[in-house]
């Protein structure tokens, strides 16, 4: 008659099994909630001081290119204020300066047509290799002008306003009033506009949770390798397939990663590059294992071909 377990053995097993099941719970929210949260573009700093007849330029974030090192920018003149008597067309020839980009750095908005958004792209400083940490800043400074009648360029006073959402991100716009420019019709501050985008907290631990994954395979392997090696567990040719298996998938889930870091970042000499050498570890213990108590064969040249009967 069998012996009943221990109760505390039981109660330990118990204990570690909801454990482990609250702790899988918890990480699933964790990234649910993490990714319901992100992406959306957060404002700080001084943007310019309302006023009546002020022009508003919205300006809206719609891609990083980590890999190029560039922040496309949506810029929307939602409001031109006093050059405009319905809001969106201008009376008179508006343009807009805008520094540090890659392409022209001047928007045009002719008078009597209506004032289209228009897409810039933002140089930015950052290094992909870091992921998911890497980190992408760009300072720009936005200045809408008007030209006078000696053809000098004339700042107008506008205001700045930052809005907006990149799934898989998290960019921060901030305002700070760089330079103070006396005009005609008075001083006008001139808005320099600071882009930092980082790697959103749900693509931060969907990485974090698939590279764990990635460490478990060659621990698997290496624990069954080990133990057949030891003569706990008889010889299975078929963990040949299964070890080839989990090799062969280890750059498919690498690939899979979010924002696609390039080869050579530093989560490959970390990590992907130490769970091949455990998988072909594993691998190489296995078939030491099967060459030493596997099952012989049986040589061709070690049967002896039976004789033909003779013929008178």
Do not use: C
């Amino acid at each position: 008659m069998s012996e009943r377990p221990d109760p505390r053995v039981r109660r330990r097993r118990v204990v570690a099994l909801f454990g482990s099941i609250i702790a899988v719970v918890l990480v699933y929210l964790t990234v649910v909630i993490a990714y319901g949260l992100s992406g959306d573009v957060d404002t700080a700093g001084s943007t310019g001081d309302a006023g009546p007849g002020d022009v508003i330029l919205e300006l809206t974030p719609t891609d990083v290119d980590a890999a190029g090192n560039r922040l496309s920018v949506r810029i929307e003149p939602t409001d031109l204020g006093s050059y405009s008597s319905d809001r969106i067309t201008p009376d008179e020839t508006l343009h807009l300066f805008v520094t540090n980009t890659d392409g022209p750095r001047t928007i045009e908005w002719a008078a009597d047509e209506v004032a289209a958004p228009a897409t810039t792209v933002l140089v930015t400083d950052g290094y992909v290799e870091q992921w998911p940490f890497d980190r992408y800043t760009t300072e720009s400074v936005i200045v809408p002008v008007r030209v006078d009648a000696d053809g000098e360029a004339v700042p107008i006073s506008y205001q700045l306003s930052a809005d907006g959402r990149v799934p898989g991100w998290a960019i921060t716009a901030r305002g700070d009033v760089v330079n103070t420019v006396d005009t005609a019709d008075g001083p006008v501050d001139l808005i320099g506009v600071t882009f930092t985008a980082t790697r959103a907290p749900s693509t931060i631990a969907f990485g974090i949770v698939l590279l764990t994954l990635m460490v478990v395979m060659p621990v698997l392997v290496l624990t069954a390798a080990f133990t057949v090696l030891r003569g706990k567990r008889k010889i299975e040719v078929t963990m040949l397939g299964w070890i080839g298996a989990m090799l062969f998938a280890t750059i498919p889930l690498r690939n899979f990663l979010p924002g696609s870091p390039p080869i050579g970042s530093w989560v490959d000499y970390l990590i992907v590059l130490w769970v091949i050498a455990g998988l072909v570890a594993g691998l190489v213990v296995f078939v030491v294992a099967w060459l030493r108590d596997g099952p012989a064969g049986v040589a061709a040249a070690d049967v002896e071909p039976s004789e033909s009967p003779s013929t008178d």
